[in-house]
C-alpha cells in the first residue's frame, strides 16, 4: 500500500532528528512543489539546472547526487543548463532568451522544466521565471510557486544538502511505488 506524499514527507523528516526540525512547518510548502517537480521528472521532462554563481558548487553536487552511477535507480534527465548552453551568462534581452526557448524545445521535445536554485535578483533567475512551471528555490525572494529561503542564514549550505537528500529519497519512493505523488499534486 502506497503512503500519500505529505505523510511521507513528514516522516523522513522527523526520521532525520532534530537538524531537520526546521522543515517540519515549512513542508507544506515543499510537498506541492516537489511533488510536481518529480512527476515531471519521472514522465520524460528533462530538467535542466541553473544556479547563481555563489552556489555552483551546489549544481554539481546536484548532479552527482541525483544520477549516482550505482544501478539503483535509472539515471534522471538532469543536466545543467550551463553545459547545454555555455553563454548562459551572456543573456541580455528577451530576443536572446527566446532563441535559448526555441533551442531548447527543439532539443528537448518531451518538455524541460528549469530547476533553478540561488538568489530571486541574480541574472540567471531570470531564466527559469520565464516559465511557470520551474522549480525553483529562490533566495531573498518570495515568489508564487517557488521554495524560499534565507541567505543570511548561517545553515544556508546544511540545509540545501538537506533538501537535494529529502528530494532524492523523495524521488525513490515515487519511483518505486512506496508513495503516490499524485495525492500532492
Same mark, same amino acid.
Given at each position: 500500500?502506497?503512503?500519500?506524499?505529505?505523510? =511521507?514527507? @513528514?516522516? %523522513?523528516? %522527523? +526520521? +532525520?532528528?532534530?537538524?531537520?526540525? =526546521? #522543515?517540519?512547518?515549512?513542508?507544506?510548502?515543499?510537498?506541492?512543489?516537489?511533488?510536481?517537480?518529480?512527476?515531471?521528472?519521472?514522465?520524460?521532462?528533462?530538467?535542466?539546472?541553473?544556479?547563481?554563481?555563489?552556489? *555552483?558548487?551546489?549544481?554539481?553536487?546536484?548532479?552527482? %547526487?541525483? $544520477?549516482?552511477?550505482?544501478?539503483? %535507480?535509472?539515471?534522471?534527465?538532469? &543536466?545543467?543548463?550551463?553545459?547545454?548552453?555555455?553563454?548562459?551568462?551572456?543573456?541580455?534581452? *528577451?530576443?536572446?532568451?527566446? &532563441?535559448? *526557448?526555441? #533551442?531548447?524545445?527543439?532539443?528537448?521535445?518531451?518538455?524541460?522544466?528549469?530547476?533553478?536554485?540561488?538568489?530571486? $535578483?541574480?541574472?540567471?533567475?531570470? !531564466?527559469?521565471?520565464? /516559465?511557470?512551471?520551474?522549480?525553483?528555490?529562490?533566495?531573498?525572494? /518570495?515568489?508564487?510557486?517557488?521554495?524560499? @529561503?534565507?541567505?543570511?542564514? *548561517?545553515?544556508?549550505?546544511?540545509?540545501?544538502?538537506?533538501? !537535494?537528500? @529529502?528530494?532524492?529519497?523523495?524521488?525513490?519512493? !515515487?519511483?518505486?511505488? +512506496? &508513495?503516490? &505523488?499524485?495525492?500532492?499534486?
Amino acid at each position: 500500500m502506497t503512503q500519500d506524499f505529505s505523510s =511521507w514527507t @513528514l516522516d %523522513r523528516i %522527523r +526520521e +532525520e532528528g532534530s537538524s531537520m526540525n =526546521w #522543515m517540519e512547518e515549512r513542508r507544506f510548502d515543499w510537498v506541492p512543489l516537489a511533488a510536481t517537480a518529480i512527476d515531471r521528472l519521472i514522465n520524460a521532462h528533462t530538467f535542466l539546472l541553473i544556479t547563481d554563481r555563489k552556489r *555552483e558548487w551546489f549544481a554539481r553536487y546536484i548532479l552527482s %547526487r541525483l $544520477n549516482k552511477y550505482d544501478g539503483h %535507480r535509472p539515471l534522471l534527465p538532469i &543536466v545543467s543548463l550551463g553545459t547545454v548552453f555555455p553563454y548562459i551568462d551572456e543573456l541580455k534581452n *528577451e530576443e536572446q532568451m527566446t &532563441v535559448l *526557448e526555441d #533551442m531548447l524545445s527543439l532539443s528537448f521535445p518531451a518538455g524541460y522544466t528549469f530547476f533553478y536554485i540561488g538568489k530571486g $535578483n541574480d541574472p540567471r533567475a531570470q !531564466i527559469s521565471k520565464r /516559465k511557470d512551471d520551474s522549480f525553483s528555490w529562490l533566495l531573498d525572494e /518570495k515568489q508564487q510557486n517557488s521554495f524560499y @529561503l534565507d541567505s543570511k542564514d *548561517e545553515n544556508l549550505d546544511i540545509k540545501l544538502i538537506q533538501l !537535494i537528500m @529529502l528530494f532524492d529519497k523523495s524521488i525513490d519512493a !515515487i519511483l518505486f511505488s +512506496e &508513495v503516490d &505523488v499524485q495525492s500532492a499534486i
